[in-house]
């Protein structure tokens, strides 16, 4: 911050200013709770009670992300490896990587997290390799499909360790060794 204390300095603004107001108070919304319903009250049961009421559209929400990581890699597969097409396909997985623990697919997500890490090591799209991204992505794919979601899933161990095995050595023999 500036020596005034202000985020922004004087010729950050052409003079004018504009107030937002929100469209709604969103204090009518709610109903207060009384002393002794808000002591009764326990924010982390009321949110485990949600998912659990949410918890039957997992499945499905994880089959959409998988398809558009698959969407992606076909983008990948038609018009070859560029930042462009490269781009969507981290996306993609990136947010299977952080939806995966909450959507009941924590083994998926580490697969997804390998594609991530595979995909922010190599910094040259034209040197990323196409075959194991490619089974990165179907693995994800098949994973959710035959709902791998954990370790109690042998197969999707087994592919997670493999796929891990491979990228390590990717990396080690072109210069990135920090995993």
């Known amino acids: 911050m500036s020596g005034t204390d202000q985020p922004f300095g004087e ?5 004018e200013v504009e107030f937002l107001t929100p469209p709604k108070d969103l204090r009518k919304k709610v109903r207060v709770m009384s002393p002794r319903e808000a002591a009764k009250f326990d924010p982390v049961k009321a949110a485990e009670a949600a998912l659990q009421k ?7 929400w994880m089959g959409n992300e998988a398809e558009a990581l698959f ?5 990948v597969d038609a018009k070859g490896l560029s930042r462009q097409t490269l781009d969507p396909l ?14 009941g697919y924590p083994l998926v997500g580490q697969v997804a997290g390998n594609l991530c890490h595979l995909i922010e090591a190599v910094t040259t799209p034209e040197d990323l390799p196409v075959v194991l991204l490619q089974q990165h992505v179907v693995a994800i794919k098949a994973m959710v499909s035959e709902k791998a979601r954990d370790d109690s899933n042998l197969t999707g161990v087994t592919l997670l360790r493999k796929l891990t095995d491979v990228t390590v050595d990717y990396l080690a023999r072109h210069g990135e060794t920090d995993r």
Request: hydrophobic share 35%.
């Open 90 to 103: 981290y996306q993609a997985a990136h947010n299977i990587k952080g939806q995966s623990a909450t959507l």
């Open 54 to 60: 949410l918890s039957g559209n997992f499945d499905g």
């Open 71 to 75: 969407a992606a890699w076909q983008d």
């Open 11 to 15: 010729d950050d603004f052409d003079g």
